[in-house]
């Protein structure tokens, strides 16, 4: 995998840095149009709330990470991967000077109009940068190289970080589909935490869930396409001498596509024991019935090990 982040400042340019960069070197360019077009067609045209944003923009750019390398031009996008030898991260900056002659130039305005501009691009950063990663400006040390276009053009900068980039990434290929099912999945778990589905998958009802881990991996198999069905059917487990029900258990989920029941427990150990005798009971009673008792922790395990891959738009 080689993914190549680039941000910067408002009117520094960096927006042609990375088209510059991207077209050296063969990257598959991101920038925010396309990414927001993506999201649009993903979770549908209600904006997803900002803090969501970096889990979602990760999603879908680990699915494209797959087939070619990327250029990640988005403000912020620094913030996106961890630290990583297929990851090189890149901020673009010059002096306030430079910034407002950018604008006079490109905007055919006059020096104070444009000076009064730049404050509100610069204004709107902070407030995006804000919402999105928690903080208003860029941190430093969150950057590998940061270039200063006050003493450069653009097209010297697209030859010096094309340069960098092919030293640091020349040898890191494409995403392998284990690697991006790993990273989609970690995103995709933190989206359903929050209650972000897909919109193509959108149900006309939801279940009434006793438990916030219930919902969470009834998003989760949204997000994967897998039907499911919440507490479908009870099973009795004792029985009086009269023939009475005494002790019946009712599974979590029921995934009919593999006949597959699902129980989740996040519980104290001490009611954890209680229901692994219940589902230990249940398939001595109905040897023909196939569940499975998963922690929080094991939800990755079972979307890889029953095959349940995301199917791709």
């Not at 297929?86 to 002659?101: K, N």
């Amino acid at each position: 995998m080689a993914v190549l982040t680039i941000s910067g400042d408002p009117a520094s340019r960096w927006e042609e840095v990375a088209r510059g960069v991207a077209q050296l070197l063969g990257f598959e360019l991101v920038a925010e149009s396309r990414l927001a077009q993506w999201m649009t067609e993903e979770f549908g045209e209600t904006p997803l709330p900002a803090r969501s944003w970096g889990a979602a923009a990760v999603a879908m750019l680990a699915r494209l990470a797959r087939e070619h390398p990327l250029l990640v031009a988005l403000d912020g996008s620094e913030h996106l991967f961890r630290p990583a030898p297929w990851l090189l991260r890149t901020r673009i900056t010059t002096i306030d000077e430079h910034r407002t002659g950018n604008l006079i130039l490109d905007l055919r305005l006059e020096k104070p109009a444009a000076q009064s501009r730049l404050r509100e691009l610069d204004a709107e950063h902070k407030r995006v940068r804000k919402a999105r990663f928690g903080r208003s400006s860029a941190d430093p040390t969150a950057f590998d190289l940061t270039l200063n276009l006050a003493n450069m053009d653009a097209a010297q900068a697209v030859e010096m970080l094309a340069a960098a980039t092919a030293r640091r990434l020349d040898q890191q290929g494409l995403l392998s589909p284990n690697d991006a099912d790993e990273i989609e999945f970690e995103t995709r778990l933190e989206l359903s935490k929050r209650g972000i589905v897909p919109a193509r998958r959108a149900r006309v009802t939801r279940a009434s869930f006793s438990h916030p881990s219930e919902e969470m991996f009834a998003n989760l198999l949204d997000f994967y396409r897998i039907q499911w069905e919440y507490e479908p059917r009870s099973f009795p487990l004792q029985w009086d001498k009269d023939g009475g029900v005494t002790e019946a258990f009712t599974p979590d989920f029921y995934l009919p596509e593999l006949d597959l029941y699902v129980e989740l427990t996040t519980m104290k150990q001490s009611l954890v024991t209680k229901k692994n005798r219940k589902v230990k009971l249940l398939r001595a009673i109905y040897p023909h019935i196939n569940i499975q008792v998963f922690y929080q922790k094991d939800f990755q395990d079972l979307v890889f090990k029953y095959g349940l891959k995301m199917v791709a738009s």
